[in-house]
């Protein structure tokens, strides 16, 4: 068999086509992943969470590596993110971070300027090493079969989560110190952006190829707010981020932002290199309003409830909006629960149309060694 990159192959490696994507360089065709691709729409997922707590599935370095390349075995991404949590870092921090049935709890929400005193930076390597060791063997794992991932939640959306002690639909209690108590919304913000960078740095020095910025909740904001606030955050975040040394190409940054489609042009001054875009804002016009940007996104993740037929249809729709170049395939969301295995299946089949048929997938590569 034929290993993608080698001499013989007539395509790249995935991990070189998903940074070649991320740069906008020329590709054999556009890489695929998808956010949360591990969870609870695989069996086999569901059967270790029955075993262990997500916290606890969270910290030990074999079973996150395992969940982590449960997606990669089943479907070959061109990219394979590490398995985690966005508040992993946040209860490093000081945190109180609780996991429930409905979803993470703070039950000690930062709402005034001592709050923010009681949080701390801290050394990833020794607050949060495991992450680093889950890094580390995934890339043993996958070498150049697929381009490891690392993450972090933006520091709007940590935020976010500190304030309002868990998820919202209104947002009020950091909306009102936005308002009320900016100069305390600032420190957290910057603070919040000095761990962000550090937390990403050491997932680059631990192995990742690329890193992806969570922006979940700053679709909340107006453009005035997100430029005010998110931004200057979000933007000191990615500057603080060391990319890699030597003669390597600097990582990649991917900056999501859920509900953003009124903040793409802002979103472009974050320093980020590429763009997510949801499913709400059609990719043709991403690549109207930003020449020139790499964009990933953005079947709606709603479709992977429906049929095989419609997947492909919407993919390759996808592809043909931005024309395959600096473009990696992807959901605008996370995946959800619920999703169909043959639509998830249809989803990366579709996108691997666009190969040479003599290419052989990032799974079969993983086999073959």
């Not at 603070?191 to 909740?217: K, M, P």
Request: glycine letters at 10%; aromatic letters at 6%; a neutral charge.
């Amino acid at each position: 068999m034929t290993l993608p990159g080698s001499p013989l192959s007539p395509s790249p490696s995935s991990a070189r086509r998903f940074l070649d994507a991320c740069r906008g360089n020329p590709v054999d065709r556009p890489p695929v992943w998808m956010m949360r691709q591990a969870g609870r729409y695989l069996p086999e997922y569901r059967e270790i969470r029955r075993r262990v707590s997500f916290l606890d599935l969270c910290r030990s370095v074999e079973l996150a590596t395992e969940v982590s390349l449960q997606p990669f075995r089943r479907f070959g991404p061109d990219g394979v993110i590490f398995f985690s949590d966005i508040l992993v870092p946040v209860a490093a921090a000081g945190a109180r971070v609780e996991f429930g049935d409905a979803g993470p709890e703070l039950p000690e929400p930062v709402r005034d300027a001592a709050a923010v005193d009681r949080l701390h930076r801290f050394d990833p390597s020794e607050a949060i090493g495991f992450t680093g060791e889950i890094l580390r063997a995934l890339s043993r794992e996958v070498g150049d079969a697929a381009a490891v991932l690392g993450f972090c939640g933006a520091p709007w959306t940590l935020a976010s989560y500190l304030v309002e002690g868990g998820g919202s639909k209104s947002f009020a209690a950091i909306k009102e110190m936005m308002l009320r108590d900016r100069a305390t919304l600032e420190r957290l913000l910057a603070l919040l952006a000095d761990i962000v960078g550090e937390v990403l740095s050491f997932q680059i020095a631990s192995g990742a190829r690329a890193v992806q910025v969570f922006d979940t909740w700053a679709g909340e904001l107006t453009r005035e707010d997100y430029r005010a606030f998110a931004l200057p955050a979000v933007a000191r975040a990615i500057a603080g981020i060391r990319r890699g040394t030597g003669d390597e190409a600097p990582a990649p940054v991917i900056l999501y932002v859920n509900g953003g489609g009124h903040l793409l042009e802002a979103m472009r001054e974050s320093g980020a290199d590429v763009l997510s875009i949801d499913w709400r804002t059609p990719l043709g016009e991403a690549r109207r309003r930003l020449p020139g940007m790499p964009l990933q996104g953005n079947l709606d993740p709603g479709l992977l409830l429906g049929t095989p037929e419609e997947v492909s249809r919407r993919t390759l729709a996808t592809i043909r909006e931005t024309g395959g170049v600096g473009h990696i395939v992807n959901l605008g969301h996370g995946v959800l629960p619920g999703s169909r295995l043959e639509c998830v299946e249809a989803f990366f089949a579709a996108v691997r149309g666009h190969a040479p048929a003599a290419a052989t997938t990032a799974a079969e590569a993983s086999a073959s060694r």
